[in-house]
């Protein structure tokens, strides 16, 4: 494809056809984007929705069965375009209902997604890079350095495969994805150009029609990004905070040093403030026996939160190899909810779902075939874990 109406986001969703020109991927397009390539041509904006109803609610990826379509455009389609999801390398359902994919991305790594079930509702848990740059010290996916940020495409890619893999419905008449949250791998502000598209996607009503309520873009604290994010959209928004205290964070999320809590907090109020709606942050809270859980951290928390609507999410640690934190006793995790409860806090527990198909939160390591960071000190927990020894 010659013209330059359509701006990629990413080189990585375009590939060479046979001639040589360049084929644009529609998959991870939002509609504005997707209307700029039909005036480009010399087609109306309303092919837009039609497209997107196509591929994204009746999961059609090929330009001949859009039968709404002229022949001519179909063909025109043909030689500019193509609808490309990404491969599906192994995919498993355990017996609580949660599913998880591990997904072959261009370049040969992998990356996972989580569907969890939970009474009347369905959490996509999604990915938005290939490894994470930040280094969290108790992240398995930030021990593995950072490889490439994911494509729009390959991003709403994974929502796509979830909604399919409950069969061929149309999704917006059946739908078993209710919410997603941006908390598999990556750093999803540090994606943003391509975070932002599939948002728009997930959120329009001729795609996937997700509530903005219920559609959570997790981050680790880039305050710029935070105020930026909400400059372009009113997505729910989840930090990770960890820590009640700058010299603690400091240890577990290293971008504090940076962005230390007091601007984190300022800049959380002031995405709220920007909202059409009244919500409330949530706050991610992961429980390190002997590190972060102690009863007087769930005090300074109480005090830390008390100007910031939120919910806190407590999540105890998943272990994994070649680290050495450990998962806090029950009491331990009740004992920190009940200081937060008895403050007038919501805090409720993250259970852990899918353990029997490794897919339980911060679990999601992976494959990463070119590490560009810390390969030398670390050994990577991608090797060790059962889902990314049968997704080879
Ligand atoms: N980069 C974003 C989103 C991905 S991480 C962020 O940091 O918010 C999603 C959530 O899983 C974060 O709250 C993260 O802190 C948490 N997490 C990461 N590793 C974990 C582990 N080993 N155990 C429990 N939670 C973990
Ligand atoms: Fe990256 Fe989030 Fe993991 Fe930190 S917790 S290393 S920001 S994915």
Redesign the pocket.
């Known amino acids: 494809m010659t013209d330059n109406h359509v701006q990629q986001s990413n080189d990585e969703s375009t590939k060479q056809s046979e001639a040589g020109d360049e084929k644009v991927n529609l998959l991870g397009m939002s509609r504005s984007q997707l209307e700029t390539f039909f005036e480009s041509l010399g087609e109306k904006k309303f092919r837009a929705s039609q497209m997107m109803k196509w591929v994204h609610q009746l999961g059609v990826t090929d330009f001949d069965d859009m039968t709404n379509m002229s022949k001519a455009l179909r063909e025109k389609l043909k030689s500019v375009a193509e609808i490309v999801v990404p491969e599906i390398t192994y995919e498993d359902h355990s017996a609580d209902g949660t599913r998880k994919w591990v997904m072959q991305m261009a370049g040969g790594s992998s990356i996972e997604t989580v569907y969890i079930p939970d009474g009347g509702r369905g959490t996509l ?1 999604v990915s ?1 890079q290939i490894g ?1 740059s ?1 280094d ?1 010290s ?5 021990k593995q350095g950072f490889n490439r940020n994911l494509t729009s495409a390959e991003i709403i890619g994974q929502l796509w495969i979830a909604a399919r893999s409950f069969g061929n419905a149309d999704v917006s008449k059946e739908r078993y994805v209710t919410n997603i ?8 502000l540090l994606n943003f150009d391509n975070v932002v598209p599939a948002c728009d996607l997930m959120m329009d009503d001729f795609a996937y029609g997700i509530s903005k309520r219920r559609l959570t873009v ?4 880039l305050v710029p990004m935070i105020d930026k994010l909400g400059s372009v959209t009113d997505v729910s928004l ?3 905070l ?1 820590a009640p205290n700058d010299p603690l964070r400091d240890v577990l ?1 290293p971008v504090n040093k940076k962005y230390p809590i007091k601007d984190l907090i300022a800049a959380c109020q002031r995405y709220l403030a920007n909202l059409p709606d009244k919500r409330r942050i949530t706050i ?1 809270y ?1 429980l390190i026996e002997g590190v972060n859980d102690l009863v007087e951290h769930a005090h300074e928390l109480v005090v830390l939160l008390k100007d910031l609507p939120c919910k806190i ?1 407590l ?6 190899p070649n ?1 050495e ?1 450990r ?1 806090p006793s029950r009491n331990a995790v009740m004992r920190f909810q009940k200081v937060l409860n008895e403050a007038g806090y919501v805090a409720t527990i993250r259970t852990t779902r899918g353990d029997d198909i490794d897919a ?5 390591v992976g494959r990463v075939e070119d590490r560009t960071r810390r390969s030398q000190k670390y050994i990577p927990v991608a090797d060790v874990t059962p889902a990314t020894q049968v997704a080879r």
């Open positions: 848990c938005s994470c930040l969290c108790f992240c398995s996916t930030g949250v941006f908390m598999g791998m990556g750093e999803p997790s981050t680790s604290g989840a930090i990770s960890h999320v991610e992961t999410n999540i105890p640690f998943n272990p994994f680290n934190y998962r339980a939160c911060g679990q999601l």
